[in-house]
């Protein structure tokens, strides 16, 4: 209501435009009555316009009005627009100083309506953020001041008026436009990563589009320093089933043939973003054999009963030197990833062997039909071998020294046409 009176005061001021002092929206055409409440609601452009009385430099009781008004427009947190202020005094050469002084009188005005020494506007600027999406940021800003005194006699006719019919000669113009990039700097937002990004351990690579990890569009903020990752492969099989465990989950049973740590100093936790997008991509080197057990991609994901590890949106990558499976994941997944298989109750038998105890090397303890049972993913052979159920040796990446050596790479990191879901 408050907004809506100050408009039709405004537009009183308006009807009023043989008087010199008021509001008034530059236009080369007068504006209708019935257009003005549309005028008025966040102008791109408006103006106060000042008269002062003869050889007098202060405004006066009346002007505060019109200056209180001009600033509930143009100071309002609400208003969408970030503009800039210009304040001009039109006199002659003889009044040169008493111009400056009225310039300097209505300049102390909006620094002291601030409490600072020079004009300050907070104002709410929309923002989209990948972890709240569409919000806005309270901002400060000091307001850009054009200063200003003209004398009349150098000026052609068309500058001395305003709206075709207002004298300017013995006033002090304020002007604000709607300029952004004056007010706030061009700098569009914050990035991290600032680019698109490849991050390599000697099996395993991290892929991340800019922004992918976090991202502000068109923001004033500082941004965070640049995140450093490391990843910590563990895709060695000898050593994974010598020291042999499950995948962590309360419910299914799903046995890992490797698994990699992502380290991040810029960490998310799963309470703290509600738009969160599975944009960073990680993968892995495959065989045929790995490949045609249709292993997954497991991290952690949060729900309402917790923590649990799931699958990931998995992919089959074609094309390439080396056969690959691609996992979606977000920042707050930055942790233990698996490449693992799912398996119910009745498939444990066929994919590994039977323990005697939970303390044999690589034992692990598997409920059955709610009861508890020793399982082990190998046994030696006669000669000392590993020696696995079928199944399960498909799932372990086993290759020869000559394949060993090649450190895989993709310069079509980001291709996603012709990849093949794995279900």
Not at 312 to 329: C, E, S
């Amino acid at each position: 209501m408050k907004r809506l009176a100050f408009i039709l005061s405004m537009i009183v001021a308006l009807a009023a435009s043989a008087q010199t002092s008021g509001l008034h929206i530059p236009s080369e055409k007068p504006i209708k009555p019935r257009d003005l409440p549309k005028a008025w609601t966040n102008p791109e452009v408006f103006c106060l316009l000042l008269h002062f009385g003869e050889g007098d430099s202060a405004y006066r009781e009346e002007d505060l009005d019109l200056l209180d008004s001009a600033y509930q427009v143009a100071f309002d947190r609400q208003n969408p627009r970030l503009y800039t202020m210009s304040i001009e005094a039109y006199g002659n050469a003889r009044n040169e100083a008493l111009m400056q002084s009225r310039v300097e009188s209505v300049y102390r005005y909006f620094t002291m309506r601030g409490h600072e020494i020079v004009p300050v506007r907070y104002a709410y600027n929309p923002i989209h953020c990948s972890c709240h999406g569409d919000t806005t940021e309270l901002i400060r800003y000091e307001v850009p001041t054009d200063k200003q005194v003209y004398d009349c006699a150098d000026l052609p006719s068309s500058r001395k008026i305003l709206n075709k019919d207002i004298q300017l000669e013995g006033t002090v113009l304020i002007t604000f436009r709607d300029n952004p990039v004056e007010c706030i700097g061009a700098g569009g937002g914050c990035y991290i990563p600032a680019q698109d990004s490849n991050i390599r351990a000697y099996y395993t690579q991290l892929i991340l589009k800019k922004g992918s990890i976090y991202s502000v569009d068109n923001t004033r903020d500082s941004c965070p320093p640049p995140v450093q990752i490391s990843i910590d492969e563990h895709l060695d099989y000898q050593q994974l089933i010598e020291k042999y465990f499950l995948v962590p989950h309360r419910r299914n049973i799903i046995l890992p043939v490797g698994y990699v740590v992502l380290h991040s100093s810029f960490n998310r936790q799963p309470d703290e973003c509600t738009a969160l997008t599975d944009s960073i991509f990680i993968r892995f080197p495959v065989t045929d054999e790995q490949l045609e057990s249709r292993l997954r991609v497991y991290a952690k994901k949060y729900g309402s009963k917790g923590m649990e590890y799931k699958p990931l949106t998995t992919k089959k990558i074609k094309g390439g030197a080396v056969l690959m499976i691609q996992g979606a994941l977000n920042p707050t997944q930055f942790d233990t990833i698996f490449i693992a298989k799912r398996i119910s109750e009745d498939e444990v038998s066929k994919y590994l062997f039977p323990a005697d105890s939970p303390t044999e090397q690589g034992a692990v303890t598997i409920k059955i039909k709610g009861e508890e049972r020793f399982f082990k993913p190998f046994r030696m052979d006669r000669n000392g071998q590993y020696e696995f159920r079928k199944p399960f040796r498909n799932m372990l990446r086993i290759i020869d020294e000559e394949e060993e050596t090649l450190n895989p790479s993709d310069t079509n990191l980001f291709r996603n046409d012709g990849d093949e879901e794995i279900e």
